[in-house]
Every structure is written in structure tokens, then in C-alpha cells.
């Protein structure tokens, strides 16, 4: 069964200041996904890892996979306020065959002013 | 734009009732369909996978006879609660991909948060 786990899992960090949350996973899998979720709403995309050694970058944030290590990182740069909400990282569990995702417990981050 | 639609996005009926969820991929045809339940501050859990004309797959732990699904076409699935209770009341979630490889995108519809009196 896989198992996804995320840390922290709650997050309060002052504006301008970087912090790392992490995503380990227990089997081998080739995608990687981080999704932003604000209160009341669905989730938003910001990532998809697809490869050992993938790092993607947009605005402050910095995604990146080691597969070998089983372990992906959402780094935050110089965090602003708009950045609060949950983050999630899911792991595709059937690569090819489907798109199924295992979903980590979730980071939820408050940046104060 | 949504590439998926969900539809109810709220819905509050009483205990004892049914309710139907709908996820349509609105630009693209999806034999499979994911559909996701979200307890208040928790993660997503998956339910079931929707698979177009043949019976979904249910994770271990969900009722069958309870959140019936039905695919009926390649871009439409729906997520029926049947005689729904106070502890089903969630936000429910579904997806769906044009593709299964690695490069093809997953969208999330927008969610239909059930409340059960």
C-alpha cells in the first residue's frame, strides 16, 4: 500500500522569511504532483515531477523529486501572505496505467504580515 | 477554462435521501474518472475509480451498494450518495485525464460539497 507523508503539517511563517515542506512516499513512482488548495475550493495545479532530479520553479515556489529517495520538496521563497492556503503533494501509484492518486495528509501554511 | 465540470458545486438534503454528483470533462473524452472525498481539514482520500461502461472499482472501505457510480458515456460520470447521512457529509471530488501517460494533464473538477441534515 502506498503511503504518502507530508511535513509539516502545519506552518505559520512570517512574510519574507523561506521555508521547505516535505513529501516522502513508500513505493517507486515516477509522478509527483503538488496541488495548492485555498478553504471552500478545489485544488489548484502547481507541479507535476515527472523524472528523478526534476525541479520546476514558478514565482516563489520551487518543487523538486529525488526518486531514489523517495522524497520531494516544495521549497518557499521569501513567502508573502498570498501564498497561505493548504498544500498537497499526490503520488500517481500506477504510473502508465492511470492517473489514481495517493494524496499526503496536507500542509497547511499561514504567512503573516 | 474548467476543463471539468462538477455540478452540483453545494448541495444540503436530508438524512435518508439521495443524491446525485455529477463530473463532466467538458473538451476532452475520459474512459476513466476518479472521484475523491475530503473530510473538513484532512487530505483527499480516494473512493472509486470511474471506469466508462463497466463497473467502477471501489478502495477498500467504501460502500458500493451506498455511492453508486455510473459512466455512461466518455465524459460523463456520476457519483450517486444513497440514503445519505449525517457522516457523509463531505466534499466530494472528481478527475478525470484525456490520457493515462505521463505527460497527460489531470484535471480536477471544482467539487460538490454535500451536507447532510
Known amino acids: 500500500e502506498l503511503k504518502v507523508e507530508q511535513n509539516p503539517l502545519f506552518l505559520s511563517m512570517q512574510e519574507g522569511k523561506n521555508y521547505t515542506i516535505y513529501c516522502n512516499y513508500s513505493t517507486t513512482s515516477d509522478r509527483l504532483y503538488w496541488y495548492r488548495q485555498d478553504p471552500g475550493k478545489s485544488l489548484e495545479s502547481l507541479f507535476v515531477?515527472?523524472?528523478?532530479?526534476a525541479v520546476k520553479q514558478e514565482g516563489r515556489l520551487m518543487a523538486s523529486l529525488d526518486t531514489k529517495a523517495r522524497l520531494s520538496t516544495l521549497h518557499i521563497t521569501a513567502a508573502v501572505h498570498d501564498l497561505s492556503a493548504t498544500y498537497f503533494c499526490a503520488v500517481d501509484e500506477t504510473n502508465n496505467a492511470g492517473n489514481m492518486l495517493t494524496f499526503g495528509g496536507g500542509t497547511r501554511l499561514m504567512v503573516k504580515p | 477554462g474548467a476543463v471539468v465540470s462538477q455540478h452540483p458545486s453545494w448541495v444540503i438534503c436530508k438524512s435518508g435521501t439521495s443524491v446525485k454528483i455529477e463530473c463532466r470533462s467538458l473538451d476532452f473524452q475520459a474512459t476513466t474518472m476518479f472521484w475523491y472525498r475530503q473530510f473538513p481539514k484532512q487530505s483527499l482520500m480516494l473512493m472509486a475509480t470511474?471506469?466508462?461502461?463497466?463497473?467502477?472499482?471501489?478502495e477498500q472501505g467504501v460502500e458500493k451498494d451506498k455511492f453508486l457510480i455510473n459512466h455512461a458515456s466518455l465524459t460523463l460520470s456520476t457519483l450517486t450518495v444513497t440514503s445519505a447521512h449525517p457522516e457523509d457529509s463531505s466534499f466530494y471530488i472528481c478527475?478525470?485525464?484525456?490520457?493515462?501517460?505521463?505527460?497527460?494533464?489531470?484535471?480536477f473538477g471544482n467539487g460538490t460539497r454535500l451536507t447532510v441534515t
Open positions: 515531477l515527472l523524472s528523478n532530479g
Open positions: 470511474s471506469n466508462e461502461g463497466s463497473k467502477a472499482t471501489y
Open positions: 478527475s478525470a485525464s484525456p490520457g493515462t501517460g505521463p505527460n497527460s494533464p489531470l484535471h
